[in-house]
């Protein structure tokens, strides 16, 4: 599951240049065309998912805010905002985006024991 | 018992041997071994039981990697607690050393362990509330102050790295 696709169209893009020789002795260097990855599927296509965090009351607030700073790389008064959005309201949406980097996030917080789902938007 | 900041480690010095003990059972009480309600809380699913193929795959490939970073984080406190062995019958306090590079592994153990045995005991939100109960009477009641001082650790070493 989390295998990111982007992962497998950047190695089939590859990042090889190609060299045409004109009739100067010097070739010249013309990056290879970046080929659209083949890969939209319907799934890519579709509506974008979000990231939300679940209320917790064992996590602390300073751990919270510094896992979404980690996590999503916010300044920490985005994060404190989100943080406390969680505490409040029970629930807040962190990322909404392509699924695949959905999943890494919602990964990612389960690795620092939060309580997050991924959500398709509607 | 003190905290303070030693160079490259935390260093919790004055450590009584009822704050040890504590400390000691860490890896322990973060094993969610035989309780099904701890074991639920530390894998959680990753969304709704609507997208039965997310659950599915979640199951397969992404649980046992967070198997994996969990047992590394206790593995890794484990090591450090072998610094009180030996002590475990001695009335004097004693003095532990957290390498800093060992602050996320603490982090993530301590938050293991608080949160298995809060759905362990089933915490109210009140009970995790009351930070004045007293450790002595219960399982029930050493447990929550297990929570409480394990917070208070998460705490201090939150804010250490803040200032790193």
Partial sequence: MIRPRWEKVASAQGTASIQILTGESRPLAVEAPVREAETRSEEELDLPWNVVVHNDPVNLMTYVTMVFQR?????REKAERHMLEVH????????SGMRERAELYVQQLHGHLLLATLEKVN | MEICRQGDALEISD????????????????????????????????????????????????????????RSATETVAADLVQLNGKERSAT????RIPAAHADAWLNA???????????YNFSDGELNDHYRSPIGSRRDLSLFQVNFYGFLQEFILRELESL
């Fill in chain 1, 71 to 75: 996590v999503f790389g916010y300044p």
């Fill in chain 1, 88 to 95: 409040h309201k029970g629930r807040s949406i962190l990322w």
């Fill in chain 2, 15 to 70: 450590l009584d041997p009822f704050l040890a003990e504590l400390l000691r059972q860490i890896p322990a009480s973060a094993n969610p071994e035989g309780s099904p309600a701890a074991e639920q809380r530390l894998f959680t699913s990753p969304s709704d039981s609507k997208e039965k193929d997310i659950c599915k795959e979640w199951k397969m490939y992404v649980e046992p990697e967070l198997r994996r970073l969990f």
């Fill in chain 2, 93 to 96: 306090n004693c003095t532990l």
């Fill in chain 2, 110 to 120: 301590l938050n293991q362990a608080r949160l298995a045995i809060t759905a362990r």
